[in-house]
């Protein structure tokens, strides 16, 4: 496992909720960034979260990633688990965090209290700090975060622009 993030590249593309970004390294997908309010700032915030050395034309695993993210995002039903993910530089809480997540599958939710005892946490706090290591999630849809849910399978807050609603 990589301790050292690789050289990342990215690239924007439409979806039906608007343009999406990825970003990638030669060990796998680094960054998903759903849409900003323009094209732009989409692009600005995925380079930010990427460290992305510029654009370019995708690789063909990220082509068929980002055909299968757009299908999703139309109402597919797509299994993104075995998506290569580089998480360099991520701690190992999260990097557990993550993986628990990518366990969840399409049409299954759980929520921040459950997660967190999955990975094995049960302090009084644990919930809160799953919720804040998710909002950190570099490739939303693909560690899916979107089906943790608030106590009482309340829908909860989103870090994605248009929060709630996106999610």
């Not at 960034?33 to 990427?50: F, V, W």
């Not at 654009?55 to 990633?65: F, G, I, K, R």
């Amino acid at each position: 496992m990589t301790t050292q993030r690789a050289q990342t590249h990215h690239c924007l593309f439409d979806t039906v909720i608007g343009p999406c970004g990825i970003a990638w390294s030669e060990h796998g997908l680094t960054a998903v960034h759903l849409p900003e309010a323009d094209r732009a700032r989409t692009e600005q915030r995925l380079i930010a979260k990427s460290a992305s050395a510029g654009a370019a034309e995708p690789p063909p695993w990220v082509a068929a990633l980002i055909a299968d993210i757009q299908r999703y995002l139309a109402g597919e039903q797509v299994d993104f688990s075995a998506v290569a993910v580089d998480l360099a530089g991520i701690d190992p809480f999260r990097r557990k965090l993550y993986e628990a997540m990518r366990a969840i599958g399409f049409g299954s939710t759980t929520t921040y209290g459950e997660l967190a005892r999955t990975i094995g946490l049960s302090e009084p706090q644990a919930a809160q700090d799953v919720g804040q290591a998710m909002g950190r999630n570099p490739v939303p849809i693909v560690i899916p975060c979107h089906r943790v849910l608030a106590a009482g399978k309340k829908l909860g807050g989103f870090s994605a622009h248009g929060g709630p609603r996106t999610k």
